[in-house]
């Protein structure tokens, strides 16, 4: 079988029987790179984007090295979210699935907004492996419920998202309380300045993988880009939203109360819409991904704290109700779509402050089309809107075109002879005229179009 690119690795047998399970064949660049890095121990610093298969880039190495004889933690893996959190415990299952029966390796998954006396029963019996949010597991040691004085390995995924909201300082104490041979996986899209002391006070000559992507988004994404013009933008996302009928649709917002005016807006739409931001109870989160996961919601409005947590088959569409301030967050919501071989599409909302955002975007490769929306219909523009980049702009007004375009008249040679002064004419009224014929011109132009 194909799979059997994965034997080089030296991994367990029911690995590459999981791995055969899933159609996975060629390793991916991260995946050739990090693999025997970490099955030698080495500390490493994998930096890609979503979709470059980094998390079975540490998940085989670890399993391969796990001693299911020994009941204690032996590896620790992190995430800022519980979303994020429950997907890569959920990629441990799938490969956990496949286990000997002889040699059953336990794993737990131990996140905040879920009963801590329950959690702290279920580690009467400590696992092999611990997937979770730092904030909890370091709750956890303090409680004394959770051991990781045991534990070898340490993954930090989304380092820089950690680095962000704020929960370095708990990964620190986590890290702190583990083995003193400690190997450290970090995975990250940017590894930002402040991170580098984190890095420098656990790790040792780490092997450092970047990963560029062939494209920033994927070929089959579709970026449609359409300008707000004077339109009132809430109203004006709920008729977009109507106008597209999705499969499944998650339109990005950059806060919590964007989220909530824009859900609460579609909703009184009539549309079939749920939310999804960190001012939800941990219960309402986890009834959100449920309905989402069932194809119970049509549209899904979330903020950027989830953008990296939500991998779900099926969304079909990407609507950003305005351009987010850190550009990477757009290349991971547009990652959302066009999975798997799928087509997708973005519509992005901008108004005249986000030139700067859309040259960069530009700059990076996403391939913008110029649409409008007017009147329910989708309206290719040949052109971009006045003061939008990547297209050649147009005139700022009538008058400057003429004044640009009207060559001074050649003085009429007389020979010497005496010339009668033309009439005299009010200050401005060629110019004017000239304007009035130009306007009218133009405007007998659009209505033959």
């Known amino acids: 079988m194909k799979s059997e690119n994965f034997k080089r690795f030296e991994l367990k047998p029911f690995l590459i029987e999981a791995l055969s399970s899933q159609g996975f064949t060629l390793p991916t660049d991260i995946q050739e790179r990090l693999i025997p890095a970490i099955h030698n121990g080495r500390d490493v610093i994998g930096q890609s984007q979503t979709g470059t298969g980094k998390t079975l880039s540490f998940l085989l190495p670890i399993l391969d090295k796990i001693d299911p ?31 000997p029966e002889d040699e059953q390796i336990q794993a737990k998954l131990l996140v905040g907004g879920t009963d801590r006396a329950r959690a702290i029963d279920s580690l009467k019996v400590q696992p092999q492996i611990v997937v ?29 998202q950690m680095l962000d909201m704020g929960f370095i300082a708990d990964v620190d104490k986590v890290a702190s309380r583990m083995a003193e041979s400690l190997q450290m996986m970090v995975f990250s899209a940017t590894i930002p300045e402040k991170l580098q002391p984190f890095l420098k ?26 300008p707000l013009r004077h339109r009132e933008k809430i109203k004006f996302i709920v008729e977009l939203a109507k106008s597209i009928n999705p ?27 749920e939310r999804l931001h960190g001012g939800l109870q941990p219960r309402q989160r986890r009834q959100v991904m449920k309905l989402v996961k069932e194809v119970k919601v049509q549209y899904l409005v979330a903020t950027d704290l989830a953008a990296r947590g939500i991998d779900v088959k099926g969304v079909t569409h990407i609507i950003n109700y305005g351009l987010p301030k850190d550009l990477d967050f757009y290349i991971h919501r547009v990652g959302r779509t066009a999975r798997a071989g799928l087509d997708g599409i973005a519509f992005t909302i901008y108004e005249d402050h986000d030139q700067q955002a859309i040259e960069k975007l530009l700059k990076r490769g996403v391939k913008f089309t110029y649409y409008d929306f007017k009147q329910g219909e989708w309206v290719k523009l040949d052109r971009a809107p006045l003061g939008v980049p990547g297209k050649k702009k147009t005139s700022r007004s009538i008058e400057t075109s003429i004044k640009t375009t009207t060559k001074p008249k050649e003085q009429k040679r007389t020979g010497g002879k005496a010339v009668a002064k033309s009439k005299k004419v009010k200050p401005a009224y060629k110019k004017k005229a000239r304007f009035k014929q130009a306007k009218e011109e133009q405007r007998q132009r659009r209505k033959k179009k």
């Open 69 to 99: 004889n020994t009941h204690e933690v032996q590896a620790v893996i992190t995430a800022p979210t519980r979303e994020l959190a429950g997907q890569l415990f959920d990629e441990l299952k799938k490969l956990l699935d496949f286990c």
């Open 247 to 273: 499969y499944l649709a998650i339109v990005f917002t950059n806060t919590k109360e964007q989220a909530d005016e824009v859900a609460d807006a579609m909703h009184g739409a009539g549309l079939n819409v």
């Open 132 to 160: 979770g949010t730092a904030g909890r597991m370091a709750d956890l040691i303090e409680e004394k419920a959770l051991q990781v004085y045991t534990a070898t390995m340490l993954v930090v995924d989304e380092a820089d």
């Open 201 to 226: 006070k656990y790790m040792t000559d780490p092997r450092h993988v970047q990963v560029e992507p062939k494209h920033v988004t994927a070929i089959n994404i579709e970026h449609r880009i359409i």
